[in-house]
């Protein structure tokens, strides 16, 4: 049958990968699959749109379907970590938080809308830079705005995900943000409340969890699990 | 650099993109030629509201109608609840709700256009149908609708080029569902994020500009064909 | 036809009343420009809203604000013509002349395209657009729509001011006929007496925004007959010529009028202009005039500087004008005889 | 002014092609409802491009297809007046009177505001919008918009159709003032013979899209004597009246002409239908007719169907009108000597 | 429901909506009134190309705008390298970045809204103004300008209007920063972007909207007045 999936922009490659797989073992089940940023699957799902499964860039989002009862609640789980990072033009002399005094601009996702500002802002804070860079900053629209502007030059550096990172072609990984700076970064999973009645929903729910879907998440730079 | 070949996902976008832009542009023609001739020839209790109404897509930004229409829609929604569920009908995550997203978002260019257009009629004209026994409708059949013709066919050039480029409305409503509602603004959505998808979305890009260019191209000849009949 | 009027409007820079009844069929409406002719009829054909008042036509109320009633437009089956043509330019001539046709309810159709197309001769034009023709091609289209919407009362203003005479007098001769041949009354606007004679019985004479007057056209003429180039014009109605040397003798009262022979067909209306009566006392010997009528005064009275003197010729009735020496001279006076000297190339036929 | 023309124009169902020179202050364009008069006046203003061909005033090449030559419209100093007023709809009276003078380089504008408010009688309009306006007032603004921009050539497109005797009138004698106070000469088209005596000298008959002729607008009214109904007008230039009895006596050749007074002041031109002189063979007793002239034939000469008849009359010439049996019953021929008996009323005064 | 406060970032953005989208229509409305009046009155070589390049922003999304503009803007772009660079001009992530983004978006609207307003002016009128004297400048200032008024009136609102809407390529431009770039759009989807966010997104739209209610009020009244003058 049908499964319907609504899942993170962010994590529109994985899936791919995740999804062609099992149907090759499964021809039966067709893959419907919705991307786009996590509080507006969240909201289409509120609003009826037909989903069996849910991966979000963030928590905030998966609670907030929880609380309103459209997820089964048992199966919510975490589909996968990220890094955060810092990237630049090969050869800054940037190796830490603290040398980032030295740059002019640097971007960073809107702390508010996007997860990966919202961490990136924690570390800033964690490590005593906020106040000092604060003037600095240009808050991006999502990850990818970020990257972007590092890759155009428009800023000195930018902070991301190691996933995105991957991609750059003029910037490189100048470190990667210590862990112990910033909450850890999940991507929750879930089954929701429509697609807890769904076989194959539950099937590939399951798939996901195996060494095989581990493995295509790691050659793409996330850490399962 | 070798033009990357369109994958089937993409050519059903483009396809889709065609099919709601002007889905959206000719299902809303006739009501925005109403509206529009509502605005322009009654005066009636209420009007700056309802130019308030039709305008209000245009101020607010697509992301927030898409979500106001998800409301509005949605199985909580007024229509939703007590309309489209009683009669079985889904809406949200078809390509009919992306073509209500585009509809209501081209729909002030369309209304606009159509107005200024019939502002410009010479009122003299009207009176002489009227005392050749035209009343009002046979009035807006014969004389008023091909008068604002340049207005109608500017406004549905507006709407159809806008319908194309349209984003955030349409990634609300109908989600980005490659095949079923993904339309091109989707599609380049898609591929500039992930990696190496800039040349594909250029060539999308490209694509939609070609389109555009085919609408401006007719939208040229009609009105040329206008003056020239002498 | 019976047409009540009685309406008031303000334009706030120009206000308008009228209170009148017009009975017959061809009613002229006369006065200086800005007066108020065009508020007049565009008020009947209910193009303005009259501001109080009522409109009935044939006992049928058109308006009447105090029962707060106002047919539409293009209900009330008040074909218009206007100063400015106002054709449709996105339909050509023929679709242009057929608009309001199509529109009229079948059994009203009597005045067809074909007939109209030749008498105002744009047979030519027919599958033309509209945006280029000439300032009179467009003014007779216009006035060929307005007749071929079969119409229960006409409104022409102005309808023959871009028109050159013998055109003016061919279509004037074609809407006479019309109207008297399905019945058709009118209203006419015109700046000309002599358009206004040919065209109306009666007469309303509108100044400054109001109906100032209203009288038999004839009246109107014989008053202005001082201040007009051409005078009073005597319209006779003749018949059966003879050919006389080279002119036509046409049987009048008891005698005969001799009228110069025209091109064409010997005519059955002919017009004269009283300044083209001479009146002499005594018989006189050669005269280049040859129709010399002997005739008894009947009427005479004041017209501007000069008398207009009302003659019995035979039993025919015909103006003429003097100044007041020749009145004196002549001993103008009721019951009178005198002999009245006309050219024969002093008619002018009409149709 | 000398306006040399050779235009060739293709408007494909429509062709046009003049070639004349026209010298003189005022010359007349008349030909029927589209026969392209207003095709050619739109040509010279520059408002259609001739396919080929030259247009040169007064040594000043406008146009000239053959050096690519074409000055724009608004360099060429050529005033128009259009059928149509084309009043900028959003500007008021005055504003819409001015533009053209604003335009005007101060050295050439001599034509100002006031004077010509007076006789266009727009004074109580200036303050108004123009959509409102009558279309007797549309019109008028029309042509004082055009006549203040001081162009070195006047073009009038059937400028006066719209307007009532009484103004018309008065506006032809400003035109015309105008015209020869600050040496402005024009192109007028009209359908009216006698507008177009009285506004021209000479003469363009147009017909089907070609100068057909080109001649003294006094010839053109001789050969049209027979068909007009007002026959060949005489223009007299009197002045020095004396009151007698209640008529106006003017000196004219060695005697006198006795003519009604009009209201307000005596005139100084006046005008005289060739169908309002009566000839005789022998001196009539009492006659209505005021003048009875001694005179001899000059030249007698045949339009339509009558003889047109020039008069000596004690050595100022006139104009008569008779049918061929008359013209044999008086026995015209030159130097015949006849009685011309005109009424006092006859003559109209035009200034 | 209590209404939430706005807080001072909120109230810069909505000072920063009105400024961005007035000083864009504004800058846009000269170079508008000119295109439109060559599109509509000349002829010339490459004229279909320069109404697709003027009606492309309608047709791409907005975020495309957005990328597109930065790639010509930015430090490796074409502008920014050898026109802003050398005249030490910083654009990108200011509010002229915005108002260069909001300019680019609504300018179809303004452009096409003048030509129709344009194309229904009497060409006679034209013509009356030449012969008496008016050339060509003249002509478009005198009689062109005041008798396409309605035209540019109501593309100027709808150009505003759009302007408080825009969102996706002033984000990219501009950036996202509150007090410096943060227009009502893009304070929307902050709020947006967290689940207790609606209440005060919902109270950005009403002021949003009621901007384009004042102005839309302006327009009508100005339309008004325009009918009125007799
Ligand atoms: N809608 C209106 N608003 C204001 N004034 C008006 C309106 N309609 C007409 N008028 C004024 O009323 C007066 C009479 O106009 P109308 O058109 O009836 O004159 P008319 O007798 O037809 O003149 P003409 O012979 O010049 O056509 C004019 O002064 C005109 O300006
Ligand atoms: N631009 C054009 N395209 C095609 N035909 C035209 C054009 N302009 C004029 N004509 C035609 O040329 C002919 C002459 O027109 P024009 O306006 O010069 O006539 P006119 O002599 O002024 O007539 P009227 O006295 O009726 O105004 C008409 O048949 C008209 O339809
Ligand atoms: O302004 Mo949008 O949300 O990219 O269509
Ligand atoms: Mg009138
Ligand atoms: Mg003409």
Not at chain 3, 80 to 85: I, K, L, N
Request: with cysteine; charged share 20%.
């Amino acid at each position: 049958g049908d499964v319907n999936l609504s899942v993170a922009a962010s994590m529109k490659d994985a899936v791919n990968q995740l999804t062609d797989n099992f149907a090759k073992k499964n021809p039966g089940v067709k893959f419907i699959k919705n991307y786009g940023a996590s509080g507006a699957l969240a909201k289409q799902i509120e609003s009826g749109a037909p989903a069996d499964i849910f991966i979000s860039a963030n928590e905030k989002w998966m609670d907030y379907l929880k609380e309103k009862k459209l997820m089964d609640d048992r199966s919510i789980g975490t589909f996968a970590y990220n890094e955060l990072v810092f990237v630049g033009k090969p050869g800054m002399k940037v190796r830490s938080m603290q040398d980032l005094a030295e740059l002019e601009k640097i971007a960073i996702g809107s702390p508010q809308s996007v997860p990966a500002g919202e961490y990136a802002m924690a570390a800033l804070k964690k490590s005593g830079m906020d106040k000092e860079l604060e003037r600095k900053l240009v808050m991006a629209k999502d990850v990818r705005a970020c990257l972007m502007y590092a890759e155009q030059g428009e800023v000195d550096g930018s902070f991301v995900y190691k996933t995105d990172a991957l991609l750059a072609k003029n910037t490189k990984i100048l470190f990667v943000v210590p862990q112990e700076l910033y909450p850890r970064v999940t991507y929750p999973k879930g089954l929701t409340a429509a697609g807890s009645k769904n076989k194959d929903a539950a099937a590939f729910f399951n798939y996901l969890n195996s060494a095989e879907a581990r493995k295509s998440l790691e050659q793409l730079g996330f850490t399962a699990k | 650099m070798n033009m990357p070949s369109f994958t089937s996902a993409d050519y059903s976008a483009i396809f889709l993109s065609m099919k709601v832009a002007s889905t959206a542009t000719l299902l809303s023609l006739p009501v925005g030629f109403a509206l529009a001739w509502l605005m322009t020839y009654k005066q009636f209790r209420g009007k700056v509201i309802l130019d308030v109404l039709i305008s209000l897509p245009l101020t607010l930004p697509p992301v927030v109608i898409g979500y106001l229409l998800l409301l509005l829609l949605g199985r909580n929604g007024w229509v939703g609840k007590y309309l489209l569920q009683p009669l079985d009908i889904r809406l949200i995550f078809t390509w009919k709700a992306a073509v209500i997203a585009t509809a209501v978002v081209g729909f002030p260019l369309l209304v606009r256009a159509i107005r200024i257009g019939m502002e410009s009629i010479d009122e003299r004209l009207l009176q002489a149908a009227r005392t050749l026994g035209a009343g009002t409708f046979d009035n807006i059949i014969t004389v008023i609708l091909p008068l604002s013709f340049r207005g109608i066919l500017a406004g549905s050039a507006l709407m159809f080029a806008r319908g194309l480029g349209e984003f955030g409305a349409t990634i609300i409503v109908a989600g980005n569902i490659p095949g079923v509602t993904q339309t091109i603004p989707l599609a380049i959505y898609e591929y500039t994020s992930s990696p190496s998808g800039d040349v594909m979305a250029l060539a999308l890009c490209m694509v939609s500009i070609s389109l555009s260019v085919i609408i401006l191209l007719f939208h040229e000849f009609l009105s040329r064909r206008l003056v020239k009949a002498d | 036809m019976e047409l009540r009027v009685d309406v008031q409007k303000n334009f706030g820079s120009f206000s308008f009343a009228a209170n009148f009844t017009a009975s017959g069929v061809s009613t002229g409406v006369f006065g200086p420009s800005g007066s108020g002719k065009s508020t007049l009829v565009k008020l009947i054909a209910g193009l303005h809203k009259p501001d109080s008042g009522v409109i009935i036509i044939d006992g049928e109320t058109l308006f009447d604000s105090s029962r707060r009633q106002n047919i539409p437009v293009e209900e009330r089956r008040v074909g218009m013509v206007f100063q400015h043509p106002n054709l449709f330019p996105h339909l050509n001539v023929k679709r242009n002349l057929l608009y309001g046709y199509r529109r009229c309810p079948s059994q009203h159709r009597r005045i067809t395209l074909s007939d109209l197309v030749d008498v105002l001769e744009i047979g030519h034009l027919l599958d033309r657009g509209v945006n280029n023709l000439s300032g009179g091609e467009k003014q007779r289209v216009s006035i060929g729509r307005t007749v071929l919407s079969n119409p229960r009362l006409l409104l022409m203003d102005e309808p023959l001011s871009a028109l050159d005479d013998n055109l003016k007098y061919q279509i004037i001769t074609y809407l006479k006929n019309v109207s008297k041949r399905f019945g058709i009354p009118y209203l006419f606007i015109s700046h000309s007496l002599k358009e206004m004679r040919l065209m109306s019985d009666q007469v309303l004479v509108v100044e400054d925004g109001r109906i100032a007057d209203q009288m038999p056209t004839e009246q109107l003429a014989l008053s202005r007959m001082g201040q007009s180039l051409t005078g009073y014009i005597n319209i006779l109605k003749l018949k059966d010529p003879r050919l006389r040397d080279e002119l036509h003798a046409y049987p009048w009262g008891d005698g005969e009028l001799l009228i110069v022979a025209g091109e064409g067909q010997p005519g059955t209306l002919f017009e004269l202009s009283s300044r083209d009566i001479i009146l002499l006392r005594r018989f006189p010997h050669a005269i280049s005039a040859r129709n010399l009528l002997k005739c008894t005064v009947v009427d005479a009275f004041p017209s501007g500087h000069r008398i207009g003197v009302k003659l019995d010729c035979g039993g025919e009735h015909l103006v003429a004008e003097v100044t007041l020496p020749a009145a004196r001279e002549l001993e103008i006076e009721t019951g009178r005889e005198l002999y009245a000297a006309i050219k024969a190339s002093a008619f002018r036929q009409i149709m």
